[in-house]
């Protein structure tokens, strides 16, 4: 086992959840992710680095409780909740099989996995840590993403109370609340609207998966051991 324990990724194929493979890989983690397909940016990584890849789908009961047992019997001290989809469109034209699937996609299958990981630190005494990839579609209102703007604030409101029942054992968990950088998730937001975003921004840029990378990194590293319950966000000030 590597001295510094086990991070579980999920989403780790390709985004953000990539550099946050790379970012605990290179922290001298042993790291387990799981997406739906494998890519050959993850290969590479994996070439270099520990990292055990699961074929897995959020969205499915079953795969879900497989992703569960894996966690449990990789006995992790981080998991890091970044599985993420979207379905674009009004609320009110949103099929309810859609519903659905970003619900357990967003929201019930994070705390599935968030209950394994708790369950397996407690058990083994393992002062461990977990953060959630939120969103500020929890915080500001955007059309067109109601249904994944709701699943990630559920999430977000599963911190505040883990944060009280989970703080005895010394496992802290937060969120990191992410503005807009661009990935294959954001793939459909045009050229026009990126500046729109840009010229909102009060810092004047696009966020980038490594300003979440380095608030993940400072949440899970020492200057951070004080901070638990708490929702972080990071979009240079487009919600202030
Ligand atoms: N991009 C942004 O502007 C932005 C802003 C705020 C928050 N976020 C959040 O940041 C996180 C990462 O987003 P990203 O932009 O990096 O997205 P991305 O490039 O689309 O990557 C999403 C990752 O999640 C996996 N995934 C998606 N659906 C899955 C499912 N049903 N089962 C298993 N794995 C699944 C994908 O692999 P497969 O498709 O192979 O399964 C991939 O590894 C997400 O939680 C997202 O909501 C993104």
């Not at 953060?131 to 915080?139: E, M, Q």
């Not at 067109?144 to 010394?170: H, N, Q």
Request: proline letters at 4%; charged letters at 20%.
């Amino acid at each position: 086992m590597s001295e510094q324990g086990t991070a579980i990724v999920t989403g780790g194929s390709r985004g953000l959840g990539l550099k946050i493979v790379e970012h605990f890989a290179e922290r001298g983690f042993r790291v387990v992710t799981c997406s739906r397909k494998p890519t050959s940016a993850l290969d590479e990584l994996r070439a270099r680095f520990d990292i055990e890849w699961h074929s897995v789908d959020a969205a499915s009961p079953t795969s879900r409780a497989e992703m569960a047992n894996i966690i449990t019997a990789a006995q992790p001290h981080l998991l890091i909740n970044n599985i993420g989809s979207i379905a674009q469109g009004l609320f009110i034209s949103e099929p309810q099989e859609s519903l659905e699937t970003v619900v357990a996609t967003n929201y019930i299958a994070p705390m599935v996995f968030i209950q394994a990981a708790a369950r397996s630190m407690v058990g083994n005494g393992i002062a461990g840590q977990i953060v959630n990839v939120s969103s500020i579609n929890t915080i500001r209102g955007y059309r067109g993403v109601a249904s994944y703007a709701s699943a990630k604030a559920g999430i977000d409101g599963l911190v505040r109370p883990l944060a009280r029942e989970l703080g005895p054992f010394g496992i802290r968990i937060n969120s990191v609340v992410p503005g807009y950088f661009d990935s294959d998730l954001t793939a459909v937001v045009t050229d026009d609207h990126r500046t729109q975003i840009r010229n909102r921004t009060p810092l004047g840029r696009l966020g980038t998966t490594d300003d979440v990378v380095g608030a993940i990194n400072y949440l899970t590293s020492e200057p951070g051991t004080f901070i638990t319950g708490q929702t972080l966000v990071i979009d240079g000030g487009i919600t202030c």
